[in-house]
């Protein structure tokens, strides 16, 4: 059974701490996604990556970066907590371009800025 | 640019009747995929169905149908004999073949009504 794997489905933060969300797949996966979920946005998409160490910007980037140094995990980074950035978080994999197979998701974490 | 509008931000249908959920997408690139999820209030992301924009068919996945309108750019999915399991939202996705991207609409919130 394919798997995307978040490692919290719950977290509360404090205010200016360093926030590290993790996400690991089990698929062989070239490309991994995070995005975030707010009422009434739909999914946004905050950095993806299409190889190991390559990543890039999506559409809202600004208070976050990433890192993936294995195929397998992808991490995304609140440098600084904010309020605002109180949400629900997605990591997703997928294959390649080219190929025409689903995005895969993680169960979710939603995480509460205090 | 890439944009995915679902217009019904929430949608009730009875017990038993078929619904349709409206997407309607906006791609320059001449080849993409098109995707349906359902999420639950528990949160998990789970893919229904898939139409490449150049299959000629329409997609059948059980009780899910895709109702392609390449000329139109709509991507509507029908539910049919509605189940209260059905209750949930539903995010339209799009991914052109020369991105790496999955761009999302806003959602719908359905609610089946016994």
């Known amino acids: 059974d394919v798997k995307v794997t978040q490692s919290s489905r719950y977290l509360v933060k404090r205010t200016g701490e360093k926030v590290f969300l993790e996400c690991v797949q089990d698929?062989?996966?070239?490309?991994m996604f995070w995005y975030r979920q707010d009422p009434g946005l739909g999914l946004r998409l905050i950095y993806f990556?299409?190889?190991?160490?390559?990543?890039e910007k999506g559409d809202i980037p600004e208070g976050y970066s990433v890192s993936r140094e294995k195929k397998e995990r992808f991490s995304l980074i609140l440098e600084s907590a904010s309020t605002n950035q109180t949400s629900m978080y997605l990591c997703?994999?997928?294959?390649?371009?080219?190929?025409?197979?689903?995005?895969?998701f993680g169960q979710g974490t939603r995480l509460t800025v205090v | 640019a890439q944009k995915i509008t679902q217009t019904q931000p929430g949608m009730f249908v009875q017990e038993k009747e078929a619904v349709t959920l409206d997407c309607t997408y906006d791609?320059?690139?001449?080849?993409?995929?098109l995707f349906w999820y359902k999420q639950p209030s528990s949160g998990e992301m789970i893919f229904l169905i898939y139409?490449?924009?150049?299959?000629?068919q329409n997609a059948t996945e059980g009780r899910y149908s895709l109702n392609f309108q390449k000329a139109r750019k709509s991507a509507n999915l029908v539910i049919s004999a509605s189940q209260l399991g059905d209750s949930a939202m539903y995010f339209c996705?799009?991914?052109?073949?020369?991105?790496?991207?999955?761009?999302f609409g806003s959602g719908t919130k359905l609610n089946v009504k016994p």
């Open positions: 997703a994999s997928s294959q390649s371009l080219g190929r025409w197979t689903e995005a895969f």
């Open positions: 698929m062989d996966h070239e490309n």
């Open positions: 990556s299409y190889d190991v160490k390559m990543t």
């Open positions: 791609t320059s690139d001449p080849s993409y995929g």
């Open positions: 139409q490449g924009s150049y299959d000629q």
């Open positions: 996705a799009m991914r052109p073949l020369n991105f790496n991207k999955f761009y």
